[in-house]
Nanobody, 124 residues
Framework: QEQLVQSGGGSVQAGGSLRLTCAFS????????MAWFRQAPGKERELVAA????????DYADSVKGRFSILRDNTRKILALQMNNLKLEDTAVYYC?????????????????WGQGTQVAVSS
């Protein structure tokens, strides 16, 4: 079974920072695009940020541009999400995901393996 192991997250006050990490060393396939999604209570899972295998292309949801950064280390097989200036509306469960298809996609349904999810709670 493919494994993405997440760590980080927790509770923080608005304006604070958190870093999420996702280890992908246990995959049996080549990891092409990787991404972070999030799901808030009562809402659908949405893309937060994505990065290609080379790291040359990054995509961000408009709501997080300028505040979040996605980082990828293919040698250490670590994906990270640096979240700065957190807002109340960033509260959600965050998931890392990997796409085994070399054709780049930002669609949730195209991602083939998922992390276990990490809670991020932002308070005022």
């Amino acid at each position: 079974q493919e494994q993405l192991v997440q760590s980080g997250g927790g509770s923080v006050q608005a304006g604070g920072s958190l870093r999420l990490t996702c280890a992908f060393s246990e995959l049996s396939f080549v990891a092409y695009a990787m991404a972070w999604f999030r799901q808030a209570p009562g809402k659908e899972r949405e893309l937060v940020a994505a990065i290609t295998r080379s790291g040359r292309t990054e995509d961000y949801a408009d709501s997080v541009k300028g505040r979040f950064s996605i980082l990828r280390d293919n040698t250490r097989k670590i994906l990270a999400l640096q979240m700065n200036n957190l807002k109340l509306e960033d509260t959600a469960v965050y998931y890392c995901a990997v796409d085994r298809d070399p054709v780049r996609s930002l669609r949730l349904e195209d991602y083939d393996a998922w992390g276990q999810g990490t809670q991020v709670a932002v308070s005022s």
